[in-house]
């Protein structure tokens, strides 16, 4: 995956394995996606952070993480996980879906016995809007400071 693509493409694609996940993950994510009002649904990952496990800080940084919101939806979790963004530390409980600000430095932590799985999912909402990308009335990025045009389609 190269360096352009985790920064900047704003292009959600499906991947194989979505031939064989789609029955499950659409039917957890749908009552969300409607609850949240999205508007463009970007990345969605499955991810498990097994027992003894740790994410280091970082911050998402470029066009993708100035368009879409991340959020995580918590489908197994122990008293021992916990995550960090900014100054703030939260624990997930099965079935949460939390919302955080991915640009400031966030790191996770599974000091428990069992693994952690969420889905993280990225999308455009108006309830959690990020600012940093100027979008047209018909859904075109513009130019950026920079000068440099995307195109999205």
């Known amino acids: 995956m190269s360096h352009y693509y985790v920064m900047f493409d704003l292009g959600a694609y499906d991947y194989p394995c979505m031939d064989y996940l789609a029955d499950e993950l659409v039917p957890l994510l749908k009552p969300v996606l409607d609850w949240l009002e999205v508007i463009e649904l970007g990345r969605v990952l499955v991810v498990n952070l097994e027992p003894g496990g740790h994410v280091d800080a970082h911050d998402d940084q470029g066009m993708y993480a100035d368009y879409y919101s991340r959020f995580h939806l918590v489908l197994q979790s122990n008293k021992g996980c916990s995550q960090t963004c900014g100054d703030q530390r939260q624990e997930f409980n099965v079935g949460d879906v939390w919302w955080f600000d991915h640009k400031k430095e966030h790191t996770a932590d599974n000091k428990g016995n069992d693994n952690r799985v969420h889905i ?10 990020m600012s940093g990308v100027p979008v047209t009335d018909d859904d075109e990025v513009k130019l950026d400071e920079s000068g440099v045009s995307y195109d999205r389609h």
């Open 120 to 129: 993280i999912f990225d999308a455009v909402t108006n309830l959690f809007p």
